[in-house]
């Protein structure tokens, strides 16, 4: 016993159109990030000496912005997959719900 309007809604093309933007766009997502994220825990792993270096003549060192860099990144692409979320992929889902519903 399957729903009509579920059979209706998975045998749109716009859905499989969406489903393929939208895991697309979160793997490249989700690739980046790992990057950003492992690049700096590799950075502390294997080049210490370089994150320990002071900025000017302060106490503060490389490794402080870099990580800051990292959780702005974060925050960055965050809002970038909202974006696109709530414009495109909210657009194609009540396109694909108003069609099964007719």
């Given at each position: 016993?399957?729903?009509?309007?579920?059979?209706?809604?998975?045998?749109?093309?716009?859905?499989?159109?969406?489903?393929?933007?939208?895991?697309?766009?979160?793997?490249?997502?989700?690739?980046?990030?790992?990057?950003?994220?492992?690049?700096?825990?590799?950075?502390?792993?294997?080049?210490?000496?370089?994150?320990?270096?002071?900025?000017?003549?302060?106490?503060?060192?490389?490794?402080?912005?870099?990580?800051?860099?990292?959780?702005?990144?974060?925050?960055l692409i965050?809002?970038?997959?909202?974006?696109?979320?709530?414009?495109?992929?909210?657009?194609?889902?009540?396109?694909?719900?108003?069609?099964?519903?007719?």
């Amino acid at each position: 016993m399957s729903d009509p309007v579920v059979e209706k809604i998975q045998s749109n093309p716009k859905y499989l159109e969406l489903r393929r933007k939208r895991n697309r766009f979160g793997w490249w997502l989700t690739a980046l990030m790992m990057v950003v994220y492992y690049g700096y825990i590799a950075l502390i792993a294997f080049n210490k000496p370089f994150l320990a270096q002071p900025i000017g003549g302060g106490v503060t060192t490389i490794g402080i912005p870099i990580g800051l860099g990292v959780i702005v990144f974060t925050i960055l692409i965050t809002a970038f997959y909202i974006r696109r979320a709530n414009g495109e992929f909210d657009r194609l889902t009540a396109e694909i719900i108003r069609e099964a519903t007719r």
